[in-house]
């Protein structure tokens, strides 16, 4: 009998670990939180639309390669138009979060299009591939915008996150983005995810992140080997800005150190922030950061 029960408690607990690592934690990775704008309405303490912030904008909805309807808002600048700037947010998010960054791009001339990434707020799609569509994704904003506004202006990314990541391949991807500027992003999927579970769980075994990735990929159909910003840097020659918390727990400043060091453009910014976290880089240092962006938008 006491045979039996350790047998019986091995098995069950091997079970239970296949569960976990097969059918659980892999869904946690590729099927983001939707942000709902009523029930999650106190996010957005300004408000949530761009009338709110006193922008001018409609809400169109964008078809990509793959057929997925992506809601967006087009917002047009307040001033003499200089080009457009497409906002991309991180992984939980959605286009709400934004509002801020296109009253600040309103102001310098450029019209941005805010939207939400598939599998987020009210986007379709069911998983999240952290830039392996969602690259192309950008290719079809790019598409709308030059259509749009009749070609006029240089087109520009911004990418906060998991959207830093996406925009560093999309620049990789699509030369039609002229500039970039990313946002405390990490430089290789597979260790932002090793980083996240260690954090999370305590658990450091980096075989056990890589099943569970390994597994997301089958799931999500992308394979997670090719989300590596730092290797796509090599092969973006657009001026880049990028910016990255010295406090951020989450994503390691160094990884935004080697994204820096792979970009061959020849205009190319690090600016580290001071005490700045993965979420309060605007609050710690947001008159910094406003100077910094408009001098580099005004160079390029």
């Given at each position: 009998m006491w045979l039996m029960w350790v047998i019986l408690s091995i098995f069950l607990f091997l079970l239970t670990g296949y569960i976990v690592l097969h059918h659980i934690l892999p869904y946690y990775i590729v099927k983001p939180y939707r942000i709902n704008i009523k029930k999650d309405r106190n996010l957005f303490p300004r408000g949530t639309t761009p009338e709110d912030y006193g922008l001018r904008s409609k809400s169109v909805?964008?078809?990509?390669?793959?057929?997925?309807?992506?809601?967006?808002?087009?917002?047009?600048?307040?001033?003499?138009?200089?080009g457009s700037i497409i906002l991309l947010h991180g992984i939980d998010s959605s286009k709400e979060t934004s509002l801020h960054l296109a009253a600040f791009f309103s102001k310098l001339g450029f019209n941005t299009i805010i939207y939400d990434s598939r599998a987020h707020g009210k986007s379709e799609g069911v998983y999240?591939?952290?830039?392996?569509?969602?690259?192309?994704?950008?290719?079809?904003?790019?598409?709308?915008?030059?259509?749009?506004?009749?070609?006029?202006?240089?087109?520009?990314?911004?990418?906060?996150?998991?959207?830093g990541a996406v925009a560093i391949l999309a620049l990789e991807k699509d030369k039609r983005l002229q500039f970039g500027l990313i946002q405390n992003t990490f430089a290789e999927f597979h260790e932002v995810v090793y980083d996240y579970m260690k954090r999370t769980s305590g658990v450091r075994l980096k075989t056990l992140s890589d099943t569970v990735l390994k597994r997301a990929g089958v799931i999500a159909n992308f394979n997670p080997s090719h989300i590596q910003p730092v290797a796509a840097a090599k092969n973006v020659h657009q001026p880049v800005l990028i910016i990255h918390g010295k406090a951020d727990k989450k994503i390691s400043p160094s990884y935004s150190e080697r994204i820096y060091k792979n970009l061959t453009s020849t205009r190319k910014e690090l600016l580290l922030i001071d005490g700045g976290g993965h979420d309060n880089l605007w609050e710690k240092a947001g008159k910094q950061l406003e100077e910094a962006v408009s001098l580099f938008i005004k160079r390029v």
């Open positions: 909805n964008i078809k990509t390669t793959d057929g997925i309807q992506l809601h967006a808002y087009f917002i047009s600048a307040s001033t003499e138009v200089k999240c591939t952290y830039g392996y569509y969602e690259k192309d994704d950008v290719s079809s904003i790019i598409d709308f915008i030059e259509q749009e506004t009749n070609g006029v202006g240089k087109i520009g990314v911004w990418g906060n996150s998991m959207g």
